[in-house]
């Protein structure tokens, strides 16, 4: 009897100490299964911390170029009324309103899931002479940084081409860009070729008639042949477009591409990447509003959706040049809103290529060329009653004449990015007021 439960007892003790396979086995299926959840929740929890850190991140990129343009827009030179002369040696401001419109690009896009319904206005170009408010700009000159108040700077769009197919897809980055170059008419250059001269110097410079490079003054400046990438180009001096890559030329679904692009220095020159809208807009103050057929909105001609709005509810509004080619055969009745006129009025054949606003030259009017083809050289500036109408030199004499004759009043730059791992679409807008205060 005592030996019986003496293996009684050593079985007992035995068993404490001991697991069968079948427990093995589910021990290690329940390790696995927690350490796959473990595993899982640390996967997503490091894919939000990672999109919640681009987001973060882009968002300060949008903040703080926003707050870059809107220190560049802050200092323009130009008094916003056209026809400079080159004595007031006030630079220039140019607005050049590319093909695509958000308008246009919602009407191929809207009830559709395609991605690049986001996309805007992303083709537009800003080109304009400031003046620091704050530090000095800075730049290269023969391999060595030097500073200047003043600048010409250019704010433009390039798309990364990445399937060959000279169009912008929703899957390709689109960058913005931003070039400074300092306004030192000082500097003494020994360059022959303007566009090697612009790769390698942060200076605005134009192409003499002997063929050297010379650098600007902001009087220099207030002629459209003697700004960046025009080097070359006949009147009305508009920029080579190839040497922006394309900045105006396509929209998302009908590109008239341009090759060819300046080898920037990225590191410098690129403010935004995944870019989905840089929309520019000029204040047009006789443009009329609409309200939405549901009475909840007021929109402006730029919007979708204008057409079909009730009206008019006001006037005064940021629009696109030249909206009125999109939204016909309504259109916004402002001053903007049409397209811009004939640089030479007797020479139709001399038409934009864009609706640009441009604060103009008068130079044109005394330069010995006949930009109107009509055998009267300056016939605005030579003390002639040339149309025996309304005295010597009335404006109708002039042989050149600004795409847009208007002052203007202030602008509004929308910028809108999309951050590529989430698609979340990040949107904040730039004014600037330039009427005098």
């Not at 396979?21 to 929740?41: D, K, N």
């Not at 992303?122 to 500073?147: H, K, Y």
């Amino acid at each position: 009897m005592n030996q019986l439960n003496d293996s009684i007892a050593m079985e007992n003790r035995n068993s404490k100490f001991g697991f069968t396979l079948t427990e093995v086995l589910v021990a290690v299926v329940l390790t696995l299964i927690l350490l796959g959840l473990m595993i899982r929740a640390f996967t997503a929890s490091g894919s939000e911390i990672a999109k919640g850190r681009a987001l973060l991140e882009i968002a300060g990129q949008l903040r703080s170029t926003s707050e870059l343009l809107r220190s560049d827009l802050g200092g323009v030179t130009a008094t916003m009324i056209p026809r400079k002369p080159v004595s007031s040696a006030t630079g220039y401001f140019e607005y050049i309103e590319g093909i695509a419109k958000d308008t246009t690009i919602h009407t191929l896009k809207i009830g559709s899931p395609d991605p690049s319904a986001v996309f805007g206005d992303v083709d537009d170009i800003l080109m304009f002479t400031a003046r620091s408010l704050d530090q000095p700009f800075r730049g290269r000159f023969g391999g060595q940084i030097i500073e200047s108040n003043y600048a010409e700077i250019i704010w433009w769009t390039v798309f990364e081409d990445e399937n060959g197919d000279n169009q912008f897809n929703s899957d390709e980055n689109l960058r913005l860009f931003r070039r400074v170059l300092l306004i030192r008419p000082d500097l003494i250059t020994t360059a022959t070729d303007v566009g090697e001269f612009w790769q390698a110097n942060d200076v605005s410079a134009r192409l003499a008639a002997d063929g050297s490079v010379l650098a600007n003054s902001l009087g220099d400046l207030t002629d459209r042949a003697n700004r960046f990438a025009r080097a070359g180009t006949s009147f009305p001096h508009e920029p080579d477009y190839a040497l922006l890559q394309g900045s105006n030329q396509f929209v998302l679904s009908n590109p008239t591409p341009n090759g060819g692009a300046i080898n920037l220095n990225e590191g410098e020159d690129i403010m935004l990447s995944a870019v989905a809208a840089f929309d520019v807009r000029a204040y047009d103050p006789v443009a009329q509003m609409r309200q939405s057929p549901d009475l909840t909105t007021g929109l402006s001609p730029s919007d979708f959706g204008y057409a079909a709005g009730l009206g008019p509810a006001g006037y005064g509004a940021y629009v696109d040049l030249n909206i009125d080619f999109v939204i016909s055969p309504e259109n916004g009745g402002g001053i903007f809103t049409g397209g811009p006129q004939f640089p030479a009025p007797d020479d139709n054949s001399i038409t934009w290529q864009a609706a640009t606003y441009c604060t103009w030259s008068a130079s044109y009017e005394a330069d010995g060329t006949d930009q109107d083809n009509d055998n009267v050289i300056d016939e605005g500036s030579n003390r002639l009653d040339d149309d025996g109408a309304n005295g010597p030199d009335d404006i109708v004499e002039f042989e050149t004449r600004p795409p847009y004759p208007y002052p203007l009043r202030g602008i509004q730059v929308t910028l809108r990015v999309v951050e590529p791992s989430s698609s979340v679409v990040r949107q904040t807008s730039v004014t600037a007021n330039f009427v005098p205060e």
